[in-house]
């Protein structure tokens, strides 16, 4: 075994480490997120008007900062795995992309998380009134 094989291995390890992170970030970005910041809230308010009106401003934004860490975490793959990306200059394409998997990654944890929420909403909660949902 020679010393750039253990680099290597070393290299795919953090990169797996870093997905691995980017995946659990990803589902608490859209879950852990506002629950933790919905649970300090009211920890620290005790009107539940203030509890609203601070809850509209503070998931939204703990949700751009962890997000922020997202996208260091996405950078630091790109780095291990040796991957360069430029950004393209095709102005068709009108949103940015991050490259490398955080793309992805946020996407599918986004649908998966609606589903949940939507099917613990319809089938799982106590709805509304004594009847559920229906």
Request: one cysteine or more.
């Amino acid at each position: 075994m020679s010393a750039e094989s253990g680099v290597g291995a070393a290299n795919r390890l953090l990169g797996a480490l870093l997905l691995a992170l980017m995946v659990i970030g990803a589902f608490a970005l859209w879950v852990g997120v506002p629950a933790v910041v919905l649970w300090a809230l009211g920890k620290l308010s005790g009107d539940a008007t203030q509890h609203l009106i601070l809850g509209l401003i503070a998931v939204p934004s703990g949700m751009v900062l962890f997000g922020l860490v997202l996208a260091v975490l996405n950078t630091a793959y790109l780095r291990v795995s040796g991957v360069s990306f430029a950004p393209s200059d095709d102005e068709s394409e009108w949103r940015p992309r991050l490259g490398g998997p955080l793309d992805r990654i946020i996407g599918i944890s986004a649908v998966v998380c609606l589903a949940a929420f939507l099917g613990w909403l319809l089938f799982g909660s106590a709805g509304v009134g004594p009847a559920g949902p229906w």
